[in-house]
């Protein structure tokens, strides 16, 4: 057993990439680990389009009603901290099987609630195991060598914008059709499928871990990290800046839709997700300028359309081509900024990857709950310039920070490994 010293940092070994075990992550199997996180993570936002039906369903008060989605995600961040990490000293084939087979009985409980507290403890148990997304996007970069893991993670990475932005677009379809239970029916058989198929492709054990680390000391380890490595916490601190940006769009664009002039149905807003999945294809070309290694210039230009996003945006009550606009950038941008954000931190310790990817996740999740509740309290105080102010000012803020820090993050082709 090693100290706790020696456990809070491992040791920066050679990334073999899942060649010791002489499996090959072929362009087939990347497309696998995509749709599995785009399911698992649209868990998490299946809910939203639908608080009106299940609350009237379940005879819940409105404030109660609002807690579903708290829950959810409350739940989701819980299991960033406390389960991706165990990536690192389990078998992680077993433990994404579990996870998923877990979830499809969280799903279950959701679909069968008859009431408001079954219900919510199946969401909160959903959000915890949906992190399942952040321990696949952790293996699938352990599985790949590092010429070609931007690229892979930003394939992986793509299932999991469109998980999330053609999620509420898929619940209104499915609750339209079979009423809202069936949305959940439907992804606990997806993701029982999912699991199977997962359980039969990936291999047997992806690593051995450099140590035998318990529980506590794995968690202490993730803390230790970032108090550690700079360029973590130099890449969370952009990954919280540019997920509050995007929350604060997406937490708050269908208020100036609903009303005049545009009055748009549920289902109308939520078929704007079909555009924001444009930000899928920026996953994939990050990617491959990270395998360049230009992660320096790529984080540049994508904060740069960040900002400049919210221009169009702010014209959204007069042209909805000005939104479409706005939308695309503002989405190209963020997943080139995270795509390129897990490329880094993963290489600073490829052993130590899931809880690198756990805890940088956990200021993604603190970006998302900080713009979504700025975003809806502004536009109810100050309409939909105040909110594309606060998405400007904190896009700006994310740029002003990668100007100041730009030199100190080595770019991975001038160096095996990144560090400040």
Sequence with gaps: MLNDCEDATPPRT??????????????????????????????????????????????????????????????????????????????????????????????????????????????????????VTQTLVAFAAALTAPARRGRVVGTVTSGVVVGILLARTASGVLADLAGWRSVYLASAALTALLALVLYRVLPRDNAAPPASLRYGQLLRSTVTLFARERLLRLRALLGLLVFTAFSTLWSSIALPLSEPPYSFSHTAIGALGLVGAAGALAAAWAGRLNDRGLSRPTTGIALALLAASWLPLAFTRSSLWALVVGVILLDLAVQAVHVTNQTLIHALHPDAGSRLIGGYMVFYSIGSATGAIAATSLYTAAGWGAVCALGAAVSCLALALWALTRDSVPDPAHQDLPRP
């Design 14 to 131: 050679a990334d073999l990439g899942g060649a010791g075990s002489g499996f090959v992550l072929s362009r087939g199997v990347t497309l696998l680990f995509a749709v599995a996180c785009g399911t698992a993570v649209a868990n998490v936002y299946f809910a939203q389009p639908l608080l009106v039906t299940v609350g009237h369903d379940l005879a819940m008060r409105p404030a109660l009603v609002g807690s579903v989605v708290t829950l959810t995600h409350v739940g989701y961040g819980l299991g960033l901290f406390f389960l991706v990490p165990l990536g690192d000293v389990a078998d992680r084939r077993r433990l994404v099987v579990a996870q998923l087979l877990l979830l499809v009985a969280a799903l279950a409980v959701v679909a069968t609630s008859r009431t408001a507290a079954v219900l919510l403890a199946g969401m909160a148990g959903t959000g915890l195991l949906a992190v």
